[in-house]
Structure formats: C-alpha cells, structure tokens
C-alpha cells in the first residue's frame, strides 16, 4: 500500500483548496504525499479514487487529514513589537473610548495556543485581575488536535524561545519533564473553537471583535483564498476595529479592504469608514494621474510613427498573405496598448487575452511577457508568470523586469536561495533597483545574517531618499509599488539591527 504519487494528487489539491483554502504546489506536494500515504494506511485504504471519495463523504476523516498537513509552528510571545503595540497603544486607546463591556480579540490560527495565552499574559501585567473582566480572547484554528493542545495548556521547552524567564515563573507551573502548564486563572481567560477560516459559518465568539490578529497564517493560501478570507475577516470586525497581520504578510494584503496604518513604525490594518474596495496590488493607475503615495507606469515599448489606438481597441486581423511589415507593428502595438488598458481596468482576464493574440503575432516583444507575468502574479498563478518571464529572458536576457518577478514567485514560494540569486541579477542590471536591495534585505534577516540585511536595508534606504519625490516612487514596468511603507520597514529593520548591536 504506497499511496497516490505526484501524478495522482490533482483531486486531493482540488479538495484541500476548495474546503479550506490549503495549496500543495511545489515542494509542498511531499507533504500532501506523506500525509495521504498516513492516512490511507490507517484506514486500510489502498486505492487513491477510493480514499478522495472517504474524505469527500466523512468529515471526521477529512479533519483527520487536515491536522496531518497544517503547520503549527509557533512560540510565546512571538513578534514581540506587535505584541507590545497591541498591548501598550491600541488596546488601551479601546478601553479608554469604552466605559462598558469588555474588548474582544481574536487569534485567527492560533495553532497550539501560544498567541493568544501571550496575550492574555501581557493583560495580566498591565491589568492585573481586572482582565479578566475587561477582555474576551478566542482563539481558533482548523487544526481540531492542535485546539485540544491549547486547551490543555501545557508546553515544552521549544514554546518558550521567545519569553522571559519571570513571565514564565509567574504564569505556568512545572507539570513533567521540562514541560509547564499555563496557569488556571489565565487559562480561564481565553476559549478556544475549532474554525475554517474558509467555512462558511463563523461561531458568536468570533463576531464583532474589537481586533484579529491573523499572522503567520495566509503564508499557506494561495493568492485568491487569502483575498477571501482577509475579506471574511475584514468583515467580522467593528467599526474603528484592528487587524494585524505578520510584518512579512503586511504588503500582500494591502487589498483596498481596510485602511493601512502605521504606527511606532509598525504597520497594520483598521476598519475605518467609506473605504472603497480596491485590490491595491492589482490595479495600475490610468495614465497621466499621479495621486501622493502612488507611481505612474514606466513608459511601454516605443510605438509605432502612426500614433496608436485608445486603450482596449483590438485592430482587426488582415487576410493572410496581405499583411505588410508596416501594418503588423501597428497591430502589435495597438494591442500592447489595448491590453495595458485593460489591465488597469482591472479586466486581467481580457488584458491576458489581448496579450496571448499579441505573442502570437511577435513573440519577441518583451514588454508583452512581462505584462503578462505582471498580471499572472498578481492574480497568483506563479507558475504561468513565471513561464512569462522566461520567455521575457529568452527575448532579452538583460530584462529587469523578468528577474524581479521570478525574485518575487521563489520568495513567495519560500525558495530563498533561488530568490536571492535573481535579486542580485536585477541589482547587476540595475544598481540602483531599490526593491531588489529590499528583498534581499528581508531575506538575509530572516536568516539573522544582520550585518548583510543591514547593508541591503541601507542601499535601498539610500536610494529611495534620494532625488525628488517623483523619482523615489520610482516603478519597476509592470510593477507598481508604493515606497513610504518601504522606508518605514527599512528605517524599522534597521533600529531593530542597531539595538541588537549588529
């Protein structure tokens, strides 16, 4: 009994997408494998279309599989800046606004339990015994083995790499080998719920809440279930309420959905009033606008002497054999101008049709791949984006554009190592390419290399302060980005180095 092998796991990713948003591509597919293969032993299934009908038929059997495949990594009092905003500036500023009723928080994946005990125990030291009156914590996870974990409150070494010695002299109590239960007066102020974030109903304890922490979390969905579940999130909360996300996932959900503040130089969301929904990552400002905090499009390849047609104007396709030279650069080119149009519509669907008929007609016009892989990435489909900008490469091996954009898929798809080497290709091509420096930054200090991140956060500090404000905010054709919450992280990492005497 082997199990299914890579050839036969469409269905299953199918099903772990479609119920609970979780993506198995690329290496992830040897956990897929590994788990199926558990699973399906356990139940003396030796058949994969036999075992892909047990799961779609028995929840109990689904939920099974779920655990064996999350990731419950985590650690008190992890992201401590974070913690130490939630607990010292926005929490307080709730409590003073509201006389009555107690401030409810969320812990969206909290895994084994560690992040909202964390909070509960920060609570304790500022509140004392009044917190438990004055704050409702929940946590929640999909993972059922995980919730049962947290509601039993006990803890290894591991979970205590990020405390300190007197909070865990205060708040847990030796229970075994090198293994400490939370304490019960704080065990009674948090409750627990098994939730799919992805589901469609959400339990009472999760409405209204006052702030959602959900970090470390969307790092597992693809690109369209982490708009549906920010969205369902953004939902739940009160009017004025927060959300923090992990500094890492801050930029991938500046969606238009919430109102991106920023804060002691830590950046996170609110729900504030008249927000109109935007997918900010997505949608290229019109031509000839330039708003504060936003970059106009790098100009696109030359065109034609002619002039060109307005945007979404797709020129009719002459006879065979009738067709001059003349003719197809303008054709070319008015559908380059159609697509470009398109996309900043946000008609991604029809800007990628336009462009497929484009590279028909002239597969060397490297500004069409590289739109191409511009709105393929941002839509998540990092495998068609990155065949768009390796057909860019082959056009122009010099090509900036392209090697950012395979930089950005292998870091989104956690291959560091191949993230930093198309980096340092665009910092080759362009010395001055800020957003390779920065990415390279946040890579080494994950690593905790700081004297390397140090200097990539410096270098792309050093180049977005320079020249005017038009020039800072500079685009990288097709990628458009907004540089103050850039400087912000920068100067941030950069305090964060300094303090650690790196």
């Known amino acids: 009994?082997?199990?299914?092998?890579?050839?036969?796991?469409?269905?299953?990713?199918?099903?772990?997408?479609?119920?609970?948003?979780?993506?198995?591509?690329?290496?992830?597919?040897?956990?897929l494998i590994r788990g199926l293969r558990e699973r399906m032993a356990s139940r003396g299934v030796g058949d994969s279309d036999v075992y892909h009908g047990l799961l779609t038929g028995d929840p109990e059997e689904f939920h099974r599989l779920v655990e064996l495949l999350t990731v419950n990594e985590t650690y008190f009092f992890r992201e401590p800046d974070h913690l130490k905003l939630l607990v010292e500036r926005l929490i307080p500023e709730i409590v003073e606004e509201r006389p009555t009723g107690q401030v409810k928080i969320v812990s969206a994946?909290?895994?084994?339990?560690?992040?909202?005990?964390?909070?509960?125990?920060?609570?304790?030291?500022?509140?004392?015994?009044?917190?438990?009156?004055?704050?409702?914590?929940?946590?929640?996870?999909?993972?059922?083995?995980?919730?049962?974990?947290?509601?039993?409150?006990?803890?290894?070494?591991?979970?205590?790499?990020?405390?300190?010695?007197?909070?865990?002299?205060?708040?847990?109590?030796?229970?075994?080998?090198?293994?400490?239960?939370?304490?019960?007066?704080?065990?009674?102020?948090?409750?627990?719920?098994?939730?799919?974030?992805?589901?469609?109903?959400?339990?009472?304890?999760?409405?209204?809440?006052?702030?959602?922490?959900?970090?470390?979390?969307?790092?597992?969905?693809?690109?369209?279930?982490?708009?549906?579940?920010?969205s369902r999130l953004a939902g739940l909360l009160t009017e004025g309420g927060y959300l923090l996300v992990s500094a890492t996932e801050t930029i991938h959900h500046d969606l238009g959905i919430l109102s991106l503040v920023e804060k002691d130089s830590l950046f996170f969301y609110r729900k504030l009033p008249n927000l109109r929904i935007v997918d900010r990552r997505d949608r290229s400002r019109a031509a000839g606008t330039h708003r504060s905090g936003t970059s106009r499009p790098a100009a696109p390849a030359a065109r034609s002497r002619g002039g060109t047609a307005g945007p979404g104007h797709v020129p009719p396709t002459p006879p065979a054999g009738q067709r001059t030279a003349s003719v197809a650069v303008s054709d070319v080119h008015a559908l380059f101008d159609g697509a470009l149009g398109k996309a900043r519509d946000n008609r991604p669907d029809a800007a990628l049709e336009l462009l497929d008929t484009l590279i028909g007609r002239d597969g060397s016009f490297v500004k069409a791949h590289t739109l191409k892989g511009s709105i393929l990435l941002n839509t998540s489909r990092f495998d068609?984006?990155?065949?768009?900008?390796?057909?860019?490469?082959?056009?122009?091996?010099?090509?900036?554009?392209?090697?950012?954009?395979?930089?950005?898929i292998a870091r989104h798809e956690e291959d560091g190592d191949e993230a930093l080497r198309r980096f340092r290709e665009a910092i080759y091509l362009d010395p001055s390419c800020?957003?390779?420096?920065?990415?390279?930054?946040?890579?080494?200090?994950?690593?905790?290399?700081?004297?390397?991140?140090?200097?990539?956060?410096?270098?792309?500090?050093?180049?977005?302060?320079?020249?005017?404000?038009?020039?800072?905010?500079?685009?990288?054709f097709p990628l458009v980005f907004k540089t103050d919450q850039f400087l912000a992280i920068c100067r941030h990492k950069l305090a964060l180095i300094k303090d650690q005497g790196k």
């Open 1 to 31: 009994m082997t199990g299914p092998d890579s050839t036969q796991l469409a269905g299953f990713k199918e099903l772990l997408l479609a119920r609970c948003g979780l993506c198995f591509e690329k290496e992830r597919e040897v956990t």
């Open 109 to 230: 994946g909290c895994s084994t339990g560690e992040e909202p005990y964390s909070i509960a125990i920060l609570l304790r030291e500022r509140y004392g015994a009044d917190s438990g009156r004055l704050f409702a914590i929940t946590g929640v996870d999909i993972d059922a083995s995980a919730i049962e974990r947290a509601k039993q409150g006990v803890y290894g070494k591991s979970s205590f790499r990020g405390g300190n010695p007197g909070l865990l002299a205060r708040y847990f109590e030796p229970c075994g080998r090198e293994e400490y239960r939370i304490r019960k007066e704080v065990g009674q102020d948090v409750t627990f719920e098994v939730v799919n974030l992805l589901g469609t109903v959400y339990p009472a304890a999760m409405q209204m809440p006052d702030i959602i922490l959900y970090r470390n979390v969307s790092i597992y969905f693809p690109g369209q279930v982490q708009h549906a579940i920010f």
């Open 384 to 408: 068609e984006a990155r065949a768009a900008c390796t057909r860019a490469l082959a056009s122009d091996p010099l090509c900036l554009e392209a090697a950012l954009m395979l930089g950005i």
């Open 434 to 476: 800020w957003l390779a420096h920065f990415h390279t930054a946040e890579i080494v200090f994950m690593r905790g290399d700081r004297k390397r991140a140090r200097g990539g956060y410096e270098a792309a500090l050093r180049i977005l302060e320079s020249g005017p404000p038009g020039d800072r905010e500079r685009a990288f």
